[in-house]
């Protein structure tokens, strides 16, 4: 991929059963690249879900969808508005905001799968940015400066920052605000990474505008476009990512009302960041 981050994973078929040896390659290859890509993919729910289990355990959700309903693990993702039709103002706006999955849990995700079921003739693009990379940039002194923070995630301050749909009472008793170092050590690598994104509320013990300055500075040089890889949809693609040192975002650059965008998604449970 370019600007080295991520990898495409050919000559394997999801909806069979996973050899030994492919298995160990994939866990290997996501070790290694954060980002797998894999293309040509026919999954049906069950089997996806079957697949993310080689990560870890499926994790549930909060959300609700627009009937009121819980998300199933294995759900949609849409640029649907409350009528279920494509709209330029989608039922959750907060997609196109960078971020790392359920970040304002206490015990964060550890990997998220989308797999392309419908997309407009162009665009509908998901960036990724290495946090590891905009960690190992930052000059001693700002390492220095950032070393032992902890930072308030919360739901309730991404939904208002970003715009989106208020809380119902039901999410909101779900999902306290967290903390979080501000720079976590991958559990698999070893190495540090930015951790960091639009769940951010403040950081502890700091004035909250200097905090907030903080947060949008490190956020800004984090995504500069060094540090990003682009994916370009393909239907049936298949994208898996490590969200313990990666925030993504979507891309609206084509005609959301106009276009329909769909995407099957389910999430991996992670451990408490250290």
Known sequence: ?????????????????????????????????????????????????????????????????????????????????????????PYLKSNFNWHTDKAYQAVPSLLTMLLALELPPSGGDTQFADMTAAYDALSEATKAEIAGLKVVHSFEHMRVSTGDRPLTAAEREATPPVTHPLVRTHPDTGRKCLYIGMYCSHIEGMDATASRAMLDRLLAHATEPRFIYTHQWRPNDLVLWDNRCLVHRAVANYELERHRRVLMRVVVKGTVPV
């Open 1 to 89: 991929m370019p600007g080295g981050l991520g990898a495409s994973c050919t000559g394997i078929d999801l909806s069979q059963k996973i050899a030994a040896r492919d298995r160990v390659a994939l866990l290997d290859a996501f070790r290694t690249h954060h980002v797998l890509v894999i293309r040509d993919q026919h999954l049906d729910k069950a089997r996806l879900a079957d697949f993310a289990g080689i990560f870890g355990e499926v994790e549930g959700n909060i959300f609700r969808k627009t009937d009121g309903s819980l998300l199933e693990a294995v759900h949609e993702i849409t640029n649907f508005g409350a009528d279920g039709r494509p709209s330029a103002d």
